[in-house]
């Protein structure tokens, strides 16, 4: 094997990231997230003083794994450059802002001729194949713009104008992709129509880069979108969105350096740009499970596709140009049933119904397949062969993961005993670079039955830090665990040796020579996967292991677009996960709340430690009753008034026992978007700046 061991690459500033795989989509990131100030890289290559070259061990298995790959199919590569109109030539993309909102020269080296030894073959092969930026065609009158943020821009003409379906994350990025193509397609014509294809921040987050709200208001441009866009674009992440953007850092690997030891892509594209992400609202939306609109004069054949790769997603066929728009439901990849930033698992079973549905609707006529991600797929027995592949992936996953679980094959155990059928395995769009077969087949188990393994040990487990004291003390004390760890490490049998060395840094979260040892034994576990989220999960373990959470501003997750977005029931739901029930012992009273603009009524209830709210009803004898129009309710969620503020100005009026407000507002907690993950990780306590107590979400935090 051909190495690449001693190349060396400048540590780049860390961009922020993304919510993508399905979420608030990092409906956020006007900055960069900055971590702590980093080391040149050593002679070795590698961006980490104390990281290390991959082993004897992780080598041959690199090498096993290249040799059962497919690399004599090389369609994609053929199918991936072709149409090419003009390549982007700027290899930097500047945010409104100041910082590097886009960099393609970081992932160059990826060009190198021979491998890596530290890169899994086939991750290495997405990697090259998504270095495509520029603009390319996919047939006369389709156009696509790639390699400019995680997604791809795509152009259809209409007879004013240009449709466009899916406009990136940030607005610049989708900027200067639409200004690469009127330089050399466009005509100078304008945006005749918008299609937001799904939920996801990575398809609608740019928007503002190439609309004019005012003319999405007066009706000039339609914006489409799939029904139930906006309540599921807002509330998939907002719950739990503090601990999904924390376990985001993982599995995006957003504080690792591109670099062969470090970030190498992210499956689906490069990365997530960090420009500034907006929300228009949609004008119109597709409700029938089949509906066909003429936008701009041209027909559209929607099909509706709920609770597959998003919440909310559709499909569309162009039947005059037989071209046939996936979304993200059929990409170049094994997708994620469960996403490891969290979310609720996805339906394979249902998912594979709907490319069945597609198939035989529009696949076996279609002439080009065109998506969100990745390249076209050109001629119809090409689009049928990708279709029936990707029909079967998710339909085996869930039938068999299935069959497994009921002859008694656990959720513990599921990942080491499925696996794909080899003639799945065989086909590179079935590849798990965005999911893998062996967390996607967890999920399967969790959907079905939940977390546990029927073990009744298993039922009530203690905490591991709770637990770990014991294993220490049974196995002989760390002395004796870090000898057996190294032992095992040498010996390349890095998953036994987590499974002791863990148990040690999580007795002992303040033993270095644990947390090391930890961290070189998760890197090599990470440079051995193919998967981009499986090998960031590990290397950000290593990394923080060794470095601790790294300090600095994190972009905020909820842009003004976002929050105007959330319902006022979605907001009080959030402020009732925000308080701390323990600061709510005793406390009791009722609030009326009155949105007079909008016409919506709440009675808000503060019983039992619980912050319950119930939209329709009003309290016949309330502690306090709140009038405010939502329109200025916004202001406060969003931060940039305070309540106190709307009141004294007579923004907001009250009657009654205002003082129940700063009781409220007292057991409300700002959550620190940096919580520990690994044990001895966080260097000081939270220094989480305090926000207003109503804000919708009060801390700055990156979103995938």
Not at 74 to 86: S, W
Not at 167 to 186: C, I, N
Not at 286 to 301: F, L, Q, T, Y
């Amino acid at each position: 094997m051909t190495t690449r061991r001693d190349f060396v690459q400048a540590v780049p500033a860390l961009g922020a990231a993304f919510c993508v795989a399905g979420s608030l989509a990092t409906g956020d990131r006007p900055a960069q997230a900055q971590p702590q100030s980093q080391p040149a890289p050593p002679a070795t290559g590698h961006f980490h003083p104390k990281g290390k070259a991959p082993s004897r061990h992780t080598t041959e298995v690199l090498t096993r794994a290249r040799d059962g790959l497919p690399f004599a199919d090389a369609r994609d590569l053929e199918e991936q450059k072709r149409g090419l109109i003009a390549p982007m030539k700027d290899m930097k993309i500047m945010a409104d802002g100041g910082h590097v909102a886009w960099d393609m020269e970081q992932f160059r080296f990826l060009d190198a001729p021979g491998e890596f030894d530290s890169i899994h073959p086939s991750l290495l092969r997405i990697a090259k194949l998504n270095n495509n930026y520029g603009l390319y065609e996919v047939v006369p009158g389709i156009y696509q713009v790639r390699g400019f943020d995680l997604s791809d821009l795509t152009m259809v003409r209409g007879k004013t104008g240009w449709i466009v379906f899916d406009p990136l994350v940030s607005a610049e990025t989708a900027r200067a992709a639409w200004k690469l193509f009127q330089q050399h397609v466009g005509q100078g014509l304008p945006i005749s129509a918008v299609i937001y294809s799904h939920t996801h921040g990575d398809h609608w987050g740019g928007v503002r880069g190439l609309l004019n709200e005012a003319d999405v208001r007066a009706g000039k441009v339609p914006i489409i979108a799939p029904a139930d866009f906006m309540a599921h674009t807002v509330a998939e992440n907002v719950y739990a969105g503090n601990a999904m953007n924390r376990r985001l850092f993982y599995q995006y690997g957003l504080l690792l350096p591109v670099a062969p030891h470090g970030f190498v892509s992210q499956g689906l594209g490069q990365r997530v740009s960090a420009g500034s992400v907006g929300l228009i609202a949609p004008t119109r939306f597709v409700e029938k499970p089949i509906e066909e609109i003429e936008v701009d004069g041209v027909r559209m054949i929607f099909q509706n596709t709920p609770n597959t790769e998003a919440p909310r997603e559709m499909n569309t066929y162009l039947p005059d140009l037989k071209a046939l728009w996936m979304a993200e439901n059929v990409t170049a990849t094994l997708h994620n049933i469960y996403t490891l930033r969290g979310a609720q698992v996805r339906d394979p079973l249902n998912w594979s119904k709907y490319i069945a549905e597609a198939l035989y609707r529009f696949g076996l006529e279609a002439e080009v397949m065109f998506a969100s991600h990745h390249w076209p797929r050109w001629g119809n027995a090409r689009i049928q062969e990708v279709l029936r592949a990707q029909r079967d992936l998710y339909a085996h996953m869930n039938n068999q993961v299935l069959h497994l679980a009921n002859q008694g094959v656990t959720i513990n155990q599921i990942h080491n005993v499925y696996a794909l059928p080899k003639s799945l395995q065989q086909k590179w769009e079935c590849r798990g670079y965005h999911g893998s077969a062996q967390h996607n087949a967890r999920g399967v188990v969790q959907r079905f039955l939940g977390f546990w393994d029927c073990n009744p040990a298993t039922l009530i487990p203690l905490s591991p830090s709770d637990s770990a004291p014991l294993y220490v003390e049974m196995m002989g004390g760390a002395d004796k665990i870090l000898a057996k760890g190294r032992q095992l490490h040498a010996e390349g049998r890095y998953l036994l040796a987590q499974e002791i060395v863990n148990k040690l840094v999580q007795a002992e979260p303040g033993n270095q020579a644990a947390k090391e040892l930890l961290a070189d034994i998760f890197e090599q576990i990470g440079y051995q996967q193919e998967n981009p989220g499986l090998r960031n999960s590990f290397l950000s373990g290593a990394y923080e292991l060794r470095t601790g959470i790294p300090t600095g501003e994190a972009a905020s997750s909820s842009s003004p677009d976002v929050i105007r977005a959330m319902t006022t029931e979605l907001f009080l739901n959030f402020l009732a996960i925000r308080m701390d029930s323990r600061k709510a012992e005793g406390l009791r009273f009722t609030i009326n709340l009155v949105t007079p603009d909008n016409g919506e009524k709440f009675i808000v209830e503060l019983e039992n430690a619980t912050l319950t709210s119930i939209a329709g009803f009003q309290a016949d004898k309330p502690d306090l009753t709140l009038t405010i129009d939502r329109a200025a309710l916004e202001q406060t969620m969003m931060g940039a008034k305070t309540l106190e503020a709307q009141i004294a100005d007579g923004t907001a009026k009250v009657q009654g026992d205002v003082s129940v407000l700063a009781k409220l507002a007292a057991t409300m907690v700002d959550f620190d978007p940096r919580f520990e993950v690994m044990p001895g990780t966080k260097a000081r306590p939270a220094a989480v700046q305090h926000a207003d107590a109503y804000q919708a979400v009060p801390e700055r935090i990156i979103a995938e």
